[in-house]
């Protein structure tokens, strides 16, 4: 356990570190920060938190630079900070300007996070735990082709093609599309199989493509993903290795970037950070990530991430991370029809 005064100093190294990038020689402590010890008591200090592991000496003459271990502790030991109300009201009014569409808030919260921490963020749309029909619409494009238009809870929209082996009029389409929603609305994929109906061989046909669409929904881990801010890490001196970057790049182009990324069966709520090392994947493990789900536990979840270099300003990130769940959360509920729909978006 660090004394107050140890505490002290490590959190100003740090803190020196994240805005500098350059290591903070044990002279820039006393002169800058009027520290009431010696300077000797500073080194001394200082020796203690290389030996314990919470800070690094890169050269023997160079000054020091946090470890995983440091900021890792710096981190546990923040105190919690809002995001300031002027950034609030600006991103109430970027909400306001947006169609009132999940793909357009999820766009729009991974470019918001990306500028707000100068770092790359994702974002993950907010998947059911399971896929609840809504509405199908059939539509007639040729005697013998429709398109199936499907619409699953969360106002997530699936379309596929339908060809006929006889002509098929739009009145029949909207017969059975009638039947269909009267019969399926509210109901899962287990449920529709296992409902006891009177179908015609189209309408069973038709009833095969909608569980086969929904069946596919509910093995994905993660819905669309949104990636925004990329060029501000490689904009950071850390990132000067073109094989390193080569290897962040690849990284980024795999759909499944917050399935590799983050921790497995992860439940708590709230942000949660990942620090240097600790991060399962290689190429990031210079890099922290910070990241919260968002939404209805149980019903439909996303989880959202600012990745960037371990020398990031923490605190300002796990705000801006806390807060941006917050607001989707609030606009998945209004989706869900979990309260009433409102114009104003949270305040911290």
Known sequence: MLSPRTETILRIIIENYIHGAAPVPSQNLTHKYGLKVS????????????????????????GSVPSDKGY???????????????????ISHLFHQVENRLEEWIKLTANILAHLSQNMAVVATAKANRSLFKHVELVSLQDTTALIVLVLQGARLRQQLLSFNAPVTQDDLKDISAKLNTEFAGLSNRQIQEKELILSPLEARIVDIITEIMAGEDQVEFEDLYMD??????????????????????????????????????????VHTIIGAENSAEPIQNCSVVFSQYGI???????????????????????????MADVLTRLISRLYAREPARDELPEN
């Open 297 to 323: 536990p149980g019903e439909a979840v996303g989880c959202l991430a600012i990745v960037g270099p371990t020398r990031m300003a923490y605190a300002r990130n796990i705000a801006s991370v806390d807060y």
């Open 229 to 270: 801010g990329l060029q501000f890490i490689f904009s950071q001196p850390e990132f000067t290795d073109p094989q390193r970057n080569r290897a962040l790049l690849t990284l980024t182009e795999q759909k499944d970037i917050l399935k590799v990324i983050l921790p497995h069966g992860l439940k708590e709520a709230g």
């Open 72 to 90: 890792r502790h710096y981190v546990e030991t923040l105190d919690r900070v809002r995001l300031p109300v002027n950034q609030q009201l600006m």
């Open 39 to 62: 300077s000797a008591t500073i080194r001394n200090e200082m020796a203690r938190l290389k030996k314990e592991g919470y800070i690094l000496q890169p050269h023997t003459s160079a």
